[in-house]
């Protein structure tokens, strides 16, 4: 049962615009989502978090967005950059345990 | 700060031969985890401590996959018998033990077997 969902295998963007990565996920016991980047041959570095008591969070260029009742977010990256290409997992964990469950990831390619 | 640090970085091994996979936290972080990745998968989290104490094992292969952590600092991860399908990233992470600290990863061994 995938209970953190990533339905976008990959994603190309140009340069400078906008990179929309999406998350679903079904267990309502969630209430702490994060982003992580992965590069090659690295493991995955943190990104942006959000916690279920907001609806948006900004980090320069990062934006996550939660919708609650629809059980999304998304990452909004903008301007887009070269080196922004790489896989994005998002991760969700529930109150009292820091445990992260992870979706599949979304490869982002920024073309120049 | 020094990050994660893991050993070694690949393995290559025939299965049913065994293998273990050490990992060095970030310190005072007292949370420490092992994840397996499967190529084209998200992360799958294999065991949990907190300190040198097992909080959740649910999803480790308690018949071939053991790990410890001794005195509450680094981890060894073992397989014996390694099978074809344990041919993954495994990476070890470690928090401090606050409510929503994000977890930080260690570059990964990556296991290969034959």
């Known amino acids: 049962d995938q209970q953190v969902k990533q339905n976008s295998p990959s994603l190309s963007v140009q340069e400078g615009r906008i990179s929309i990565l999406n998350c679903d996920y079904t267990n309502s016991m969630f209430d702490y989502f994060l982003w992580y980047k992965k590069y090659p041959a690295e493991g995955p570095t943190f990104l942006i978090s959000?916690?279920?008591?907001?609806d948006k969070n900004e980090d320069g260029r990062f934006t996550v967005f939660l919708n609650k009742s629809a059980k999304h977010l998304s990452l909004h990256i903008v301007p887009s950059q070269p080196g922004d290409s790489a896989v994005y997992f998002c991760a969700a964990s529930a109150s009292g345990n820091e445990k992260l469950t992870f979706g599949t990831g979304t490869r982002l390619t920024i073309i120049p | 700060e020094a990050g994660v640090a893991q050993s070694p970085r690949y393995k290559i091994i025939e299965k049913r031969q065994s293998v273990a996979f050490w990992c060095n936290p970030i310190s005072g972080h007292a949370t420490l985890y092992w994840y397996q990745q499967i190529l084209g998968q998200g992360p799958k989290l294999l065991i949990q401590?907190?300190?040198?104490?097992?909080?959740?094992d649910s999803q480790l292969p308690k018949d071939r996959f053991s790990a410890e952590r001794l005195k509450g600092v680094d981890s060894t991860l073992k397989i014996q018998p390694a099978k074809l399908e344990d041919s993954a990233v495994y990476l070890c992470a470690s928090s401090i033990q606050t409510a929503n600290s994000p977890l930080h990863f260690g570059n990964g061994t990556r296991l290969t077997v034959t």
């Open positions: 401590f907190q300190n040198n104490g097992v909080v959740d």
């Open positions: 959000i916690s279920s008591i907001k």
